[in-house]
């Protein structure tokens, strides 16, 4: 099975940084995708940003130029760069893997879900 363990959440003060990480192990064959999604309290989910096997990436447009996506393929890991931090970025931020497992089994994976809040 496959595990999707997330850290670097926090408490930040506005226009400040933090970096989130999201290590994948377990019975990996190969990871199609990941990415970051969000949530806020009374707001839907959504994707934060994404990057794919050949390395190409996807914003959300209310992030771009602040926040980059980035992965080590050594260690199946995905890392989301958070500058400039404004108190809308607030929610839990949650790691999304689409990975292939070792029995050729195609499965979409959640992290646990790591808290961000922004504020003075």
């Known amino acids: 099975q496959v595990q999707l363990v997330e850290s670097g959440g926090g408490l930040v003060q506005p226009g400040g940084s933090l970096r989130l990480s999201c290590a994948a192990s377990?019975?990996?064959?190969?990871?199609?995708?990941m990415g970051w999604y969000r949530q806020a309290p009374g707001k839907q989910r959504e994707l934060v940003a994404a990057?794919?096997?050949?390395?190409?990436?996807v914003y959300a447009d209310s992030v771009k130029g602040r926040f980059t996506i980035s992965r080590d393929n050594a260690k199946n890991t995905v890392y989301l760069q958070m500058n400039s931090l404004k108190p809308e970025d607030t929610a839990v931020y949650y790691c999304?893997?689409?990975?292939?497992?070792?029995?050729?089994?195609?499965?979409?994976?959640w992290g646990q879900g790591t808290q961000v809040t922004v504020s003075s």
């Open positions: 990057i794919i096997g050949s390395g190409n990436t």
């Open positions: 377990g019975s990996i064959f190969s990871i199609n995708a």
């Open positions: 999304n893997a689409k990975i292939i497992d070792n029995g050729m089994r195609y499965k979409d994976y």
